[in-house]
């Protein structure tokens, strides 16, 4: 059974840094896509950005909102995606879901989501 | 404002039909399959159509998919009360290099 944990989520300032994490399991990670979709309270899914396996080139590209603040990264050593939030803002605030990706942009499991909150 | 634009509610009986609509451009929609999701009440989305029109195990087949140019289609038949949920559709915009997702739509049964 596909598994996928969000932690790290919390409470931050406003320009301050932030990691989340997401432990997967109950698939061969190494070869996975993963993407980070994000929802603000009472509002729609939001993507964030996408990770590709490191066999298909370990590439990975980011919505125009978060780029340049935000970097994925992956540890296939310990089956654990991270995203690494800079520069944060009040707008950042929502639930952070990470997904287990297959072809373009289908996501096909879903984490329960960790929230995070920007906020002085 | 989404990329791709979705009816904020729709609504019928028990038993009834709806279709929800998701309109995109030559970028996404009409280059891409197109994947649905439910999300019901304080709980994460889930897949319930991918490649456009394909069911994943365990989807019942009240629920389908469809795309024409620029527009993709989800329609559930024979509603339940426990479709009550919040629907979007996804999928890729060749032009933004990036994911996609409509505003969602929340179903209602009446």
């Known amino acids: 059974e596909v598994q996928l944990v969000e932690s790290g989520g919390g409470l931050v300032r406003p320009g301050g840094s932030l990691r989340v994490s997401c432990a997967a399991s109950?698939?061969?990670?190494?070869?996975?896509?993963l993407t980070w979709v994000r929802q603000a309270p009472g509002k729609g899914l939001e993507w964030v950005g996408r990770i590709k396996s490191n066999p298909d080139g370990g590439t990975t590209h980011y919505a125009a909102p978060v780029k340049d603040r935000f970097t994925i990264s992956r540890d296939d050593s310990k089956n654990t995606l991270h995203l690494v939030m800079t520069r944060l803002k009040t707008e950042d605030t929502a639930v952070y879901y990470c997904a287990f990706t297959s072809g373009v942009a289908t996501f096909d499991h879903w984490g329960r989501g960790t929230l995070v909150t920007v906020s002085s | 404002q989404s990329v791709l634009t979705q009816p904020p509610s729709v609504s019928a009986a028990p038993g009834q039909k709806v279709t929800i609509s998701c309109s995109g451009s030559?970028?996404?929609?009409?280059?891409?399959?197109v994947s649905w999701y439910q999300q019901l009440p304080g709980r994460a989305p889930k897949l319930l159509i991918h490649?456009?029109?394909k069911r994943p195990s365990g989807i019942p087949d009240r629920f389908s998919g469809s795309k024409s140019g620029t527009s993709a289609t989800l329609t559930i038949t024979g509603l339940q009360t426990g479709d009550e949920a919040d629907y979007y559709c996804?999928?890729?915009?060749?032009?933004?290099?990036?994911?996609?997702f409509g505003g969602g739509t929340k179903v209602t049964v009446l």
């Open positions: 996804g999928t890729w915009d060749n032009g933004l290099t990036a994911g996609v």
């Open positions: 490649n456009t029109n």
């Open positions: 030559d970028s996404n929609i009409e280059g891409n399959y």
């Open positions: 109950g698939f061969t990670f190494d070869n996975a896509w």
